[in-house]
């Protein structure tokens, strides 16, 4: 089978090796036959060397979709046929945050295509516990982004009830655009994103996200005021990853408020602490996600509630993902998200 090999930075190998076969599955384990898979701006990070915990040489792809061909004996989440995904966290299970439920922290935590190998060969084994099966009708191509959905589904439910509450989104890439959506499907009143991207703000209102501030253009302040009036904004997502985001958000946002910081920063941002405490502010971190946030991405989007398709800029064959790479890095302000195609 094929196998898409990360060496060391910018430099893919492809390999032929012994396909995985159903006897090689144990009691709890399901063999997939990988379809689809969405590049992630960490992989294209790793890509170029630029991420810290990048264990080379790797195999990549931790979005994926398939079809189950083979099962263990004791599985029943799915049987050979069903269309499939599968979280791609390795955790210990033992440690005080897995005890308590948030795996998604696990002390000693791996994720395939980064500490552990992934997907990005044409068979891949996932144990039945971070599997997901997906509805009968449910495009393969979608499967593939339920890993990326479900980062938003999870830092929504980090932000606690949004019913009722003005909510603004820096940052409209493919992660924003999806946190700014299942907080529409959350119930918030209003949800401004911005960005500094007409285009990402287009696509953004293109998915059903109505309300959209350039703020290269606007500044936050001004725009907030013109759109929420005297009401303000309640809830906030930092997604942008700069620190003049996450610094005027703390400057609008209204007293007593919540801004979750979903971003990862390649530089350390200088905060006001002053500030944070002055308005009582609370700052709120989010990690990936757990099972139910994939469960809760494959239902709202299977509902027609979380909109996916102008969110895919393009596909790649297979054997085209240094193609794939080099087109993301050369259209970073239009590209959104790449799908990679391992049909047969």
């Known amino acids: 089978m094929r196998q898409a090999v990360l060496m060391a930075p910018e430099r893919i190998e492809f390999r032929e090796v012994p396909d995985l076969t159903a006897a090689q599955l144990g009691d ?11 590049v992630c701006g960490s992989e294209i990070h790793s890509y170029h060397g630029q991420h810290p915990a990048t264990f080379y040489p790797v195999v990549q792809g931790h979005e994926y979709s398939g079809v189950a061909v083979a099962v263990g004996r004791a599985v029943t989440k799915c049987k050979a046929g069903d269309r499939v995904t599968a979280r791609p966290q390795l955790v210990c299970g033992e440690c005080n945050p ?7 922290v696990c002390e000693h935590l791996r994720v395939q295509a980064f500490q552990a190998d992934g997907a990005a060969q044409d068979y891949f084994i996932v144990s039945e516990d971070r599997l997901v099966k997906l509805p009968d009708d449910f495009s393969l191509e979608y499967g593939a982004m339920i890993e990326p959905a479900a980062v938003g589904a999870h830092a929504v439910s980090r932000a606690g009830d949004l019913a009722g509450r ?20 959350a119930g918030a009143r209003r949800v401004l994103i911005t960005d500094v991207s007409d285009y990402r703000l287009e696509v953004a209102r ?6 959209t501030l350039n703020v290269a253009k606007t500044p936050l302040r001004e725009g907030v005021k013109e ?13 942008a990853g700069v620190e003049s985001s996450v610094r005027s958000l703390m400057e609008c946002i209204e007293k007593g408020s919540r801004i979750v910081i979903v971003a990862v920063f390649a ?36 509902a027609g509630k979380i909109c996916l398709e102008p969110l895919v800029t393009d596909r790649f064959a297979f054997e ?25």
């Open 28 to 38: 709890h384990e399901i063999l997939i036959d990988v379809r689809k898979i969405g």
């Open 267 to 302: 530089k350390d941002p200088a905060l006001s602490m002053f500030h944070l405490g002055e308005h009582e502010l609370t700052l709120v971190g989010t990690m990936m996600y757990r099972h139910e946030d994939y469960l809760d991405a494959v239902e709202r989007i299977a």
């Open 98 to 104: 897995c005890r308590r439920g948030q795996y998604n």
């Open 227 to 239: 759109l929420f009036g005297e009401e303000g904004f309640q809830v906030a997502f930092e997604v």
């Open 166 to 185: 003005n909510v603004v989104v820096s940052g409209a890439g493919a992660i924003g655009n999806l946190v700014a959506q299942f907080a529409l499907a």
């Open 320 to 344: 085209q993902y240094d193609e794939a790479y080099r087109f993301i890095a050369d259209n970073k302000e239009k590209c959104m998200k790449v799908i990679v195609d391992l049909e047969k």
């Open 206 to 211: 293109r998915c059903g996200i109505a309300d």
